[in-house]
C-alpha cells in the first residue's frame, strides 16, 4: 500500500527557510496529487497545498508568498519549502496522498514537528 | 475561503451512547465534505469522503449526511477506539478549509 514519510529539520531559525521532503512508497509520484497540510501543536488542520508531477500546484493564498512545493519523480518524492518562517509556522507538517475522485486525503504520512525558534 | 463551524468542540459520552457532530459551511459546498478521525499524536484518518462516501474499511457504526451547507457526522454506538478528535474538510473549493474540530471524550 501507499506510505508517506515526512524528513527534514525539526528546528528552524526565523527568518530562515523551512524544507521538508516526503518520500513516497508503494506508488509513484506520477500516480496522484501529493499535499501538505499542517498542524500547529494543540490546534487544528491548514492545508497548505498541492502538486501534481506535471507541475500543476495549488497553494493556500495565507503562504502563496512564501512557498513551493515541487517534485522529483526520479527520486519518487516531493518537497516544501516555506521562506521567511516565524514562530507562526511552528507545527507538526504532514504529507499526504490525494484520492483520485476528489479533495480529500486519503494516505497520510506520521508527521514532522518544526519548531521555529532561535 | 470557505469558513468550516464544527459542533459541539468536545463532547463526553459513554461506550455504546450515539454521538451526532455537526459541521457547517458558510457557503454552499453541495456533498463536497470530507469527515476525519485523529488521535493524539497521529495523522488524521479519512472515514468519509462526498458528505456520506465511508472509505473502505471504516466501521458501519459511522455515518455521514448532509449536502449545501448543513452536515452530520454521526457514529451510532461509541466504541472505545472512537475516543478521537473528529474534522470536517470542505473539498469544493480552494484554498481546502477544515472546521476547527470535535473531540470526543469518555465520560
Known amino acids: 500500500q501507499v506510505q508517506l514519510q515526512e524528513s527534514g529539520p525539526g528546528l528552524v531559525k526565523p527568518s530562515e527557510t523551512l524544507s521538508l521532503t516526503c518520500a513516497v512508497s508503494?506508488?509513484?509520484?506520477?500516480?496522484?496529487?501529493w499535499g501538505w497540510i499542517r498542524q500547529p501543536p494543540g490546534k487544528g488542520l491548514e492545508w497548505i497545498g498541492y502538486?501534481?508531477?506535471?507541475?500543476?500546484?495549488n497553494y493556500n493564498p495565507s503562504l502563496k508568498s512564501r512557498l513551493t512545493i515541487s517534485v522529483d519523480t526520479a527520486k519518487n518524492q516531493f518537497y516544501l519549502s516555506l521562506r521567511s518562517v516565524d514562530a507562526a509556522d511552528t507545527a507538526v507538517y504532514f504529507c499526504?496522498?490525494?484520492?483520485?475522485?476528489?479533495?480529500?486525503?486519503?494516505?497520510w504520512g506520521q508527521g514532522t514537528l518544526v519548531t521555529v525558534s532561535s | 475561503d470557505i469558513q468550516m463551524t464544527q459542533s459541539p468542540s468536545s463532547v463526553s459520552a459513554s461506550v455504546g451512547d450515539r454521538v451526532t457532530i455537526t459541521c457547517r459551511a458558510s457557503?454552499?459546498?453541495?456533498?463536497?465534505l470530507a469527515w476525519y478521525q485523529q488521535k493524539p499524536g497521529k495523522a488524521p484518518k479519512l472515514l468519509i469522503s462526498?458528505?456520506?462516501n465511508l472509505q473502505s474499511g471504516v466501521p458501519s457504526r459511522f455515518g455521514g449526511t448532509g449536502s449545501g451547507t448543513d452536515f452530520t457526522l454521526t457514529i451510532s454506538r461509541l466504541q472505545p477506539e472512537d475516543f478521537a478528535t473528529y474534522y470536517c474538510?470542505?473539498?469544493?473549493?480552494?484554498?481546502?478549509?477544515f472546521g476547527g474540530g470535535t473531540k470526543v471524550e469518555i465520560q
Open positions: 508503494g506508488a509513484s509520484v506520477t500516480d496522484y496529487y
Open positions: 462526498a458528505a456520506s
Open positions: 474538510q470542505q473539498a469544493n473549493s480552494l484554498p481546502l478549509t
Open positions: 499526504a496522498r490525494r484520492t483520485a475522485s476528489g479533495n480529500y486525503y486519503l494516505t
Open positions: 457557503q454552499y459546498i453541495s456533498t463536497f
Open positions: 502538486i501534481y508531477f506535471t507541475g500543476t500546484s
